[in-house]
């Protein structure tokens, strides 16, 4: 598909930081319209091999036709990076990426659904071979369930009227298009000139939860850290805090010299261990002023980047 064109984020910061090199194995769980793909095998030519997989069926055939040029040294798989780890080697990657959320042509394509800003089918799924769409969501949810998707995925303030209001019109009319949630949402809360539509919370939180989003990434952080080997280095974008909050804690707890013991009845005791990862920067890298100007999407990125240690003898 030519018309999936997606500007990769913070792409000197991530080669910066992955550092790619010939003979190098590189994983990309994310690999959209292949921008990062493509510059890590430019990188590491002419032997390193990249793995590449993205949810979305669109976006790993436009990365296979942008790849053909270093053919012989990808392989590429449709499927969630929470599963990574069922099908790239353990212990063998140098370098692996995860720049998380959705791609441009994904919120750009009006039948894709992630949009208020355009009329489209209410379906928000990266994989469209799943069952579930946001539409099938908005219109069984309970009202109590809906609330606590806007609430936890969203930060969203009035989630309980908006669930209410929601449960309230599904049952004369059920909830088909974008457009007919983004106009109820904004006749509950009249934009009254703010900059954000009111509908953009209900929208990120729908999205994050059809797609499992936080859990698929609670996952894939853990199944990264059998692919690298030591030495290797876990690079990863987010877009807002709730993917930030999940890569701190990830990182916090495999950054440790410690780990609990204990139990139900048991007093709970710090034991040292030795620490799997370290962080290679203590703060999250931004983007450069000059790819904010140029890329409004790059806006609320942050980049992560773990590494993992050697082995030690306790
Ligand atoms: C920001 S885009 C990546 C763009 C890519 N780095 C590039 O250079 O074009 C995010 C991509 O991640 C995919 N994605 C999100 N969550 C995923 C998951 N759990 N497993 C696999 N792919 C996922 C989306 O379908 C989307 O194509």
Known sequence: MSDFVHKAVMLGEVLETLRPKSGGVYVDGTVGGAGHAAAILTASSPTGWLYGCDRDGAAVETARQRLTDFAGRFELRQGNFAELDTWVPAEQCDGILLDLGVSSPQLDQAERGFSFQQDGPLDMRMDRAQALTAAELVNTASAEHLAAIFWEFGGERDSRRFARAIVRRREQNPFSTTRELAELIERLAPRRGAKAHPATKVFQALRLAVNDEIGSLERGLESTVKLLRP???????????????????????????????????????????????????RKAIKPSTRELAENPRARSAQLRVLEKLPERSA
């Open 231 to 281: 030495g290797g280095r876990l690079a990863v974008i987010t877009f807002h805090s709730l993917e930030d909050r999940v890569v701190k804690d990830f990182g916090r707890v495999w950054t440790r010299d410690y780990t609990f013991t204990g139990g139900v009845d048991v007093p709970e005791l710090r034991e040292p261990r030795a620490p799997e990862l370290r962080w290679v920067s």
